[in-house]
């Protein structure tokens, strides 16, 4: 099955709405003409400016999180429906940063993407490994259990509309990415653990980005590889001249 490469920047606490319109408005030309789908997953606060600016163009526009609950006493969160008042379309859940700084476990991993599924967004969920268990040999168990986790309770209907990204926690934001053939082999083992999951024809389809220091240099052999479709970019989204060329890879 073809699956449609999908380019995501995550912009995580970065950019004021000012800096916003000036990324957007430098990016739109660089990447009208890219065959991957194209996505910003932006800070709330620039969430408006950037659906008015991306509106018309093929750049579709994210949120970082979303909360599990629909609305309510739950200081400092964005539900859903006030992600999607605004028209945002995609939605990262579990990212790293997430896990590590703010407490975020499977089970609000899995808690979040079935909100998030059943208001209409389109989850990308992040999963990883740290650099610890990579190097005592645990990387399957973990990757395993994150998607078991995530997955929990999600029919195969919902299962189809989410994208993973694959990011190895030691390659985020370190400048040091996993190799090709490690990204390959940890993704392929994601679909292989969706097939158990939701059977062959679910896993075929899914797209498997792979996120972890992915730049202009390395992007052309990462996505190479049969299972690989797709990227989350951090740092290297932050300037409309370096994502753009990741988002060309192929042009
Ligand atoms: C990320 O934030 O998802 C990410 C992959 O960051 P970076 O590209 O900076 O490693």
């Known amino acids: 099955m073809s699956r449609r490469p999908i380019i995501a920047g995550n912009w995580k606490m970065n950019m004021t709405r000012a800096q916003a319109e000036e990324l957007i408005t430098a990016l739109k030309p660089l990447v009208k003409d890219a065959k991957a789908e194209v996505a910003i997953c932006v800070p709330y606060t620039d969430i408006d400016v950037?659906?008015?600016l991306c509106a018309g163009s093929n750049i579709k526009v994210g949120a970082e999180n979303v909360a599990w609950a629909e609305k309510g006493a739950f200081t400092g969160?964005?539900?859903?429906?006030?992600?999607?008042?605004l028209g945002t379309e995609y939605v990262i859940i579990g990212h790293s940063e997430r896990r590590?700084?703010?407490?975020?476990?499977?089970?609000?991993?899995?808690?979040?993407?079935?909100?998030?599924?059943a208001k209409g967004l389109k989850p990308i969920v992040c999963v990883g490994e740290t650099l610890e268990e990579r190097e005592t040999d645990k990387t399957a168990d973990v990757i395993k259990k994150q998607i078991t986790g995530a997955f929990d309770g999600?029919?195969?209907?919902?299962?189809?509309?989410v994208v993973v990204a694959y990011e190895p926690v030691w390659a985020i934001g370190t400048g040091r990415t996993a190799t090709s053939?490690?990204?390959?082999?940890t993704i392929a083992g994601i679909?292989?653990?969706?097939?158990?999951?939701?059977?062959?024809a679910i896993a075929d389809g899914m797209r498997i980005q792979y996120g972890g220091s992915m730049n202009a240099k390395n992007v052309k052999e990462l996505m190479a590889q049969p299972d690989i479709d797709g990227g989350l970019i951090g740092g290297a989204s932050l300037k409309a001249a370096d994502f753009s060329l990741v988002v060309n890879y192929d042009a």
């Open 191 to 200: 679909r292989a653990e969706i097939a158990a999951l939701y059977g062959a």
């Open 154 to 161: 999600i029919s195969a209907d919902d299962a189809a509309k």
């Open 181 to 185: 053939a490690q990204a390959q082999e």
């Open 50 to 52: 950037a659906v008015r």
């Open 100 to 117: 590590q700084y703010f407490g975020e476990t499977d089970a609000s991993v899995n808690a979040r993407l079935k909100t998030a599924l």
């Open 77 to 85: 969160e964005i539900s859903a429906d006030m992600l999607l008042e």
